[in-house]
């Protein structure tokens, strides 16, 4: 308790306080529902490339078994949630805002649920960090509040890096949401010793325990759970959206801003959520790969609104009816929050690694869009937006595609919160214009990163072509000069004959000259040639 009193905490710039709704999600313990009939995985659940498929049609899968393995450095497994068969392999509906479709790979239960072979490691301080990270990446661990970047990747410092602390995020500062707080209530203890795993493959110097002081039973225990863990704390944030936010939670904690250009292990810091460390918990103290998550079910279609530990790949229709839903009464099915979530085109898409919350909103709840107004220069979204941007000027730009003025006014520190479009008088929906702003840009960017890879393709053929060409009469020039072997010997055997005629010829006329001499009375000259040979015989 003491602990979380004494530390300071900083204010950030802006922030909403929107209705939270999230009374009535925590009012049951987190439930576990029925398995489903039809698992339905996604290949690409994470940030990064998608997993490879290593299973094949008709193959019985075990609980626990990869289905897929990571296909690069930024990628992670999947693996099957529970035992049965794959029926099938292909494109299936995924929730995602396009509402497309994408690979996945569909399981159907036998209603056994049986463990492939598996175990804990037996003392991970004695791991190495790297060890470790390859232990949490072959259980196919993300960042499970939502982004989905794969765990181990950020328990990589690097080299030069210390991380000097280490933030445990447990604000969940979106209103609706309380998977995060539930699992606190419920599993500190595990969540503890979770972050106490990522503090050791870090090198931590401390690490911080942050929630919203909206949520006490959660700050509570945590703090029971921790106590006698030297190095790390537990502090009450005050309830201020979007204080979640990674760079924002660091400023609150320590003071310290992460530059714009650059992330927070840049300064020292890494932010983990609640629920990733209880799976790297599960991962290194019982063998077990990321398979359910804690998941909100709430909205006023569903009369019993909780907390449900799902299945990856449940479908979403599943548990939204074992929550006495009705989804015939679903106006808006909500993937995340309502500030950053993003809408759903059907009920019956598959919950996935990144899914928190599903908001099952009827007409009543979720007021359609009000009529876009003119901007008034009113300056609400400034004052409100907490990465100090100008939304109004960044709307302006946007709404004209002048990217590059947007990016000269910061358009990436955006980090699309919601909370400028929250507060405009106007109803002008600022962080829709950003989040397509944004697309732009990097559309842009790989045009032009193509062109520039097209040219540098260019460029070598045709070097590579003028070196060839430039070998090619090296050779020429090289073959003119040199002798062929066949050849000299012809020749040599030839030039070989030839002097032996001539000194024969010479001979004969020395014979004759001797003669003429010796019949004449003068001195003889030399009678032998030379021995001929195979160029001097000359
Ligand atoms: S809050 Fe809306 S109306 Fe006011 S300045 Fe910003 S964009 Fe314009
Ligand atoms: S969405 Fe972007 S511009 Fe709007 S308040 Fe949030 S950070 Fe600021």
Redesign the pocket.
């Known amino acids: 308790m003491m602990q979380a009193i004494r530390r300071r905490l900083w204010a950030f710039h802006g922030g909403v306080h929107p209705v939270q709704h999230k009374h009535v999600s925590t009012e049951r313990p987190i439930q576990r529902p029925r398995l489903p009939r039809r698992i339905v995985l996604p290949l690409h659940q994470h940030i990064g490339e998608p997993a490879d498929i290593v299973v094949k049609v008709g193959d019985h899968v075990l609980k626990g078994q990869a289905v897929a393995h990571a296909s690069g450095y930024v990628s992670a497994p999947v693996h099957a949630p529970t035992s049965g068969t794959v029926v099938e392999i292909g494109e299936a509906p995924i929730p995602h805002p396009s509402g497309l479709t994408a690979p996945c790979i569909v399981i159907e239960p036998d209603g056994e649920d049986r463990w492939i072979e598996h175990g804990p490691v037996e003392n991970y301080r004695e791991l190495a960090p790297s060890a470790l990270r390859n232990i949490i990446r072959e259980a196919g661990i993300v960042g499970l509040g939502g982004a989905g970047f794969p765990t181990y990747i950020k328990l990589n410092p690097g080299h030069a890096k210390a991380i000097d602390t280490l933030i445990l995020n447990g604000v969940e500062c979106e209103p609706y949401i309380t998977c995060d707080d539930m699992l606190m209530r419920e599993r500190a203890a595990e969540i503890v010793s979770g972050l106490e795993i990522v503090a050791h493959a870090l090198q931590a110097r401390e690490s911080v325990i942050a929630i919203e002081d909206n949520k006490p039973e959660a700050f509570h225990a945590m703090q029971e759970a921790c106590k006698d863990i030297p190095d790390m704390s537990v502090v009450q944030v005050p309830t201020m959206y979007p204080s979640g936010d990674s760079k924002l939670l660091a400023k609150i904690v320590t003071g310290k801003e992460v530059p714009s250009d650059k992330l927070s292990i840049h300064i020292g810091l890494t932010c983990v959520n609640v629920g990733t460390v209880y799976a790297v918990h599960r991962a290194i103290h019982h063998g077990e790969p990321l398979l359910s998550r804690i998941v909100t079910v709430t909205g006023k279609a569903v009369d019993q609104a909780c907390n449900v530990e799902a299945l990856i790949g449940t479908p979403m229709d599943e548990l939204i009816r074992q929550c006495d839903g009705n989804v015939s009464r679903i106006e808006r099915l909500i993937m995340g929050g309502p500030m950053m979530g993003f809408a759903l085109h059907r009920a019956d898409l598959p919950i996935i690694k990144t899914t928190n919350c599903i908001i099952a909103a009827t007409a009543a709840e979720l007021q359609p869009p009000r009529p876009v107004m003119p ?7 400034s004052d409100a937006c907490p990465a100090n941007l100008l ?2 000027q960044l ?1 302006w730009f946007a709404k004209t595609k002048d990217v590059e003025k947007a990016q000269e006014y910061n358009l990436f520190d955006c980090i699309e919160c919601g909370a ?1 479009s929250y ?4 109803n ?1 929906p ?1 962080v829709q214009y950003f989040r397509y702003a944004k697309g732009d840009v990097w559309t842009r960017e790989r045009e032009k990163e193509k062109s520039e890879i097209a040219r540098r393709r260019h460029e070598s053929r045709q070097k590579r072509l003028e070196r060839e060409k430039a070998e090619r009469e090296a050779k020429r020039q090289q073959k003119k000069s040199a002798v062929d072997p066949a050849a000299m010997a012809e020749k040599g055997q030839s030039e070989a004959a030839a002097a032996m005629q001539r000194a024969e010829a010479r001979r004969d006329a020395a014979l004759r000259e001797a003669e003429k001499h010796r019949t004449e009375g003068r001195p003889r000259p030399p009678t032998e040639p030379a021995e001929p040979r195979n160029g001097d015989a000359e």
């Open positions: 901007c008034i220069r009113c300056g609400a979204c939304p109004q709307y400028c507060v405009c008088p106007s002008i600022l």
